[in-house]
């Protein structure tokens, strides 16, 4: 039904997460990004929205990703339905895959970045989905897979809607939803700027290119102007 990748930079409090799927405005409920306090990805055979509330309150609180999880399931009789993800300030992610979800359902988590997907083609989908992201972002990405602490590319952040775009792309290649692949979300919340949210909440066959056209805006000089101009606290 929906794959989705989260990402945080320890060091620079940045959050990013991004979001595709086979139904309508997925980025109303699915993704969420709060920088220098984590990242949260709830989706799954029937949504939790709430979900993402609590876990932005306990990860305030300082509560790892872990037992962030914990708490969602122990308050939720129906979480076998549900496939949520969830990481902290350092960069570390666990997850919630209910066994009512669709097949195929997976999840993959590294240092600084998670993805997760549910009625998915194949396993392929988010293996892709984080191989793009990694090597776009990072020096060392065969490192981090098993365990190495990333190295990021100079400025990486500045590119970062364009890096989450391909990444996503790269998924769909590799198979995607079940159904097609019809909304996306994308969210970027840094000390350094206003926050970035592009939705497509619905295109018929175009969805990269349609999320690439609101990027082209976000981009361009008389929106930048904007946005250099709106607080960043």
């Avoid at 305030?60 to 993800?85: I, N, P, T, Y």
């Amino acid at each position: 039904m929906t794959i989705s990748l989260i990402h945080v930079n320890p060091e620079t409090g940045l959050s990013a997460s991004i979001t595709a799927t086979g139904g309508v405005a997925v980025g109303g409920y699915v993704n969420h990004s709060w920088r220098g306090i984590g990242a949260c990805a709830t989706q799954g055979l029937f949504t939790n929205p709430w979900y993402a509330d609590n876990a932005n309150r306990w990860l305030s609180q300082g509560l790892s990703c872990h037992d962030v999880v914990e708490r969602l399931k122990e308050s939720d009789a129906e979480f076998a339905k549900r496939q949520c993800m969830v990481m902290d300030k350092h960069g570390h992610a666990a997850f919630i895959n209910g066994e009512e979800n669709i097949a195929h359902v997976g999840s993959l988590a590294y240092q600084d970045v998670a993805v997760a997907g549910n009625m998915l083609e194949n396993n392929a989908v988010i293996e892709a989905f984080a191989d793009s992201f990694m090597t776009q972002t990072m020096l060392n990405a065969e490192q981090v897979k098993p365990g190495g602490k990333p190295q990021y590319r100079d400025d990486y952040e500045a590119t970062l809607a364009e890096v989450l775009v391909n990444a996503l792309e790269a998924a769909l290649a590799a198979g995607g939803d079940k159904r097609g692949t019809y909304s996306a979300s994308l969210r970027i919340e840094s000390y350094t700027q206003a926050p970035i949210d592009i939705r497509v909440d619905w295109s018929d066959d175009s969805l990269v290119e349609d999320m690439r056209k609101v990027l082209s805006r976000v981009r361009a000089p008389s929106f930048q102007e904007f946005l250099s101009g709106l607080p960043n606290q």
